[in-house]
């Protein structure tokens, strides 16, 4: 029986890290996490996370004041970048994410490194 147990947890861990993001919803003081299924699988505090502003299969992206957020599939948050250094978040496709800053356009991985710049 102790041995079934630890199987059971160890798949139980494996399918944790399983989430897909289909849908992000801010409603009232909660964000919502959907998966493919439009089952919610997690409830964050909204005055925490922010605005959203896009999201991807894998990872979502909100503003709160001057510090933009990253966040993976299972809602923790990675990284935090600064808004003046990012600009205005423009879409989040992939494993990248997309800025404007006065007049340059950059692209970002996922991990928050900067990896392209061009002109507006």
Known sequence: MGKFLSIMTVVLAMLAGAHKISSVETSG????????AGHRYKTLSASSVGEVKGYSSEFFVSQNGSWIYLYNSEGQRYKTLSASSVGEITGVAGDTFTSRNGAWIYTWSRDGKRIKTRAA
């Open 29 to 36: 003081n909660w964000v919502y996490l959907y998966d493919d």
